[in-house]
């Protein structure tokens, strides 16, 4: 079957990058340009959406959607990773009470600001800030302004507690949880964290790799869906086809009463891309129709 556009809603299993998992869809679907959604870190299991083909261009369109996790903590510890891989450098006996943990919970839902962690992708002077951190070194990191929207579905029974958190992106869970126990005065670190929803994709909706490998072999491609369906925060414009030649070379169409704005545009239910109105003037921005 060739491929030619499409999105997977993969269950990243735990112990690989999300680099690995491209590349082992590639070689399941024998295509070459992939593209993911929102990078897992090895450790952190959940939903990864994988953009296939020309899908691809569409990434940049996800970026804004917030993302659910949830996430397993020990209160008592510090380690040098923030999470349970790494050596444990602080420890506090302080068990917090039930109201001491749910008022510090509360007290993060809102805006906030991160340091983003050594043990991070981030760039530091061309390098990568886990590459620093391996060799020991500690650089200054700006602080980040993040949203906390939700903290729900919460669990505490020391030394353990979990919760459920919607976040902006570029939100670093680990983070939260150090924060937490500082604020609780006797320290946290994470132990496992699942993505449970990215761009409006569930985690129900997801396959795993072997999932995905038993399908193929039956040559059923009813995991491949359509990306367009979970962007949400764009309208849907559909023209008339007297206008797809002016389209598909890229020459503006003037339209009257339309907003300004980003639209998903469709020519006789066909999806040509994204485009772009600007004072009732509409032109392609991201071009994915191919005849």
Not at 197 to 222: A, G, H, Q, R
Not at 245 to 253: A, F, L, M, P, T
């Amino acid at each position: 079957m060739k491929i030619n556009s499409g999105l997977i809603i993969l269950d990243k299993p735990k112990g690989i990058s999300s680099s690995k998992a491209i590349s082992i869809l590639r070689k399941t679907l024998n295509l070459k340009k992939m593209g993911h959604g929102g990078t897992l870190d090895p450790d952190v299991t959940g939903v990864l959406p994988i953009f296939l083909a020309k899908s691809t261009r569409l990434i940049e369109y996800f970026d804004s959607f917030p993302k659910i996790y949830k996430v397993e903590a020990t209160l008592g510890i510090k380690t040098d990773t923030l999470d349970n891989s790494g050596k444990i450098i602080k420890t506090s006996d302080k068990i917090p009470t039930i109201l001491e943990f749910e008022n510090t919970i509360d007290s993060f839902i809102g805006d906030i600001y991160q340091t983003p962690p050594m043990h991070s992708a981030i760039h530091y002077n061309g390098r990568r800030l886990y590459e620093l951190a391996r060799e020991g070194l500690t650089v200054e990191r700006k602080q980040r302004k993040q949203t906390i929207f939700w903290i729900k579905n919460f669990f505490y029974k020391y030394p353990l507690f979990s919760f459920e958190v919607s976040c902006s992106r570029g939100t670093y869970i680990r983070t939260l949880i150090d924060d937490i126990g500082e604020n609780l005065k006797c320290f946290a670190s994470m132990t496992k964290l699942i993505r449970l929803n990215t761009c409006n994709m569930p985690l129900e909706n997801s396959y795993s790799i072997e999932d995905i490998e038993k399908l193929v072999d039956k040559k059923d491609y009813s995991f491949i869906t359509d990306p367009t369906q979970y962007l949400t925060n764009i309208n849907k414009l559909e023209l008339d086809f007297k206008f797809k030649d002016d389209i598909i070379c890229g020459r503006e169409i003037p339209l009257k009463n339309i907003n300004n704005g980003l639209y998903k545009l469709f020519i006789d239910n066909i999806f040509f891309g994204i485009a772009k109105v600007n004072n009732n003037n509409l032109k392609i921005e991201k071009m994915l129709y191919s005849e």
